[in-house]
């Protein structure tokens, strides 16, 4: 059951364009930008939906249009250079050195970016994304704690970051898988640790591309994620201005989900296609 406070939050859609949606979005987000240095634009998607995907890469380029500092922040794990590579045959240790050689030319994340589009295991999102990042010369940020390499959606727990995110929450395990509870606690921290630290050098508006478990929590198993462990709780406790716009309609919040502060503004709209496909994807570039 949700509190008198949380009613007033109990989502509402109605299915709009794509367009419709980011420009919203946008709009929110450029509102809020007014009266700081820096905001997030989280967009939540189910990473099944094609439109939620246009609905981000159109966000992006109303931004660059409107000749905003734009940065893009991916639910990507930021060692996915390294990750394409080990997949590739390369050795760990050459890996390193191969990341490191890169580290000055990547400084923009167009490198991983198009390593990650090059060997084809990128999913519809993730590609259109990027390449729409790269089209407008938009810095990309892989924003996701480190994960294995191998098929298991688990994390890397030789990461340094992430072992320092385990050890302030006491976390202590030899195996943490992605979506499970402690998975998306160290991966929200992570996301919300990067985020914070490039947005204070860069100012200007950053664009999440996330799925929308992350950011308010979800009630229902597997993907269980309690509020106090989502984006929008971190965010809260980090400062971090943000506007986040769920876009997926069968959400059931988790019971301590609450209204958001100050700092940021929750929005619940649905996008849907208005054109074929081809037409929309177009409308991105």
Same mark, same amino acid.
């Given at each position: 059951?949700?509190?008198? $406070?949380?009613? +007033? ?25 007014? @009266?700081? $240095? ?7 998607? #189910? ?26 922040? =991916? ?15 390369? $050795? ?45 010369? *938009? @810095? ?7 994960? /294995?390499?191998? #098929? $298991? ?18 976390? /202590?395990? #030899? ?6 509870? #402690? ?7 992570? =996301?919300?640790? +990067?985020?914070?630290? /490039? ?7 950053? +664009? ?15 993907? *269980? ?21 769920? =876009?997926?309609?069968?959400? @059931? ?24 496909? @081809? ?7």
């Amino acid at each position: 059951m949700f509190t008198e $406070q949380q009613k +007033i939050f109990r989502p509402h859609y109605e299915p709009l364009k794509t367009a419709e949606v980011a420009q919203k979005a946008v709009d929110a987000a450029l509102q809020m930008l007014r @009266k700081t $240095q820096s905001v997030v634009l989280a967009m939540g998607e #189910d990473h099944i939906s094609s439109a939620q995907n246009i609905s981000q890469a159109l966000a992006l380029k109303a931004l660059v249009a409107n000749k905003e500092k734009v940065t893009l922040f =991916m639910e990507l794990p930021h060692n996915v250079l390294s990750w394409v590579l080990r997949r590739r045959g390369f $050795q760990a240790d050459h890996v390193a050195k191969l990341v490191k050689a890169a580290a000055v030319d990547n400084a923009n994340g167009h490198m991983s970016a198009r390593a990650l589009l090059d060997s084809g295991r990128s999913s519809f999102g993730a590609t259109l994304l990027l390449t729409s990042a790269l089209y407008h010369d *938009v @810095k990309i940020v892989f924003a996701d704690a480190a994960r /294995e390499y191998t #098929d $298991q959606f688990v994390l890397d727990l030789s990461d340094s970051t992430t072992r320092e995110i385990m050890k302030d929450i006491g976390l /202590e395990k #030899d195996k943490i898988e992605c979506a499970k509870p #402690d998975g998306m606690e160290v991966r929200n921290r992570h =996301m919300t640790g +990067i985020i914070k630290r /490039e947005l204070k050098k860069t100012g200007g508006v950053g +664009i999440l591309a996330t799925g929308f478990v992350h950011l308010h929590g979800v009630e229902e198993a597997p993907n *269980v994620c309690l509020h106090k462990r989502s984006l929008s709780a971190l965010f809260e406790n980090a400062c971090i201005p943000s506007v986040m716009v769920n =876009m997926c309609s069968n959400v @059931k919040f988790p019971p301590d989900y609450t209204a958001p502060e100050k700092t940021q503004r929750h929005m619940f709209l649905k996008p849907c296609f208005s054109a074929p496909l @081809k037409t929309e994807i177009r409308a991105c570039f």
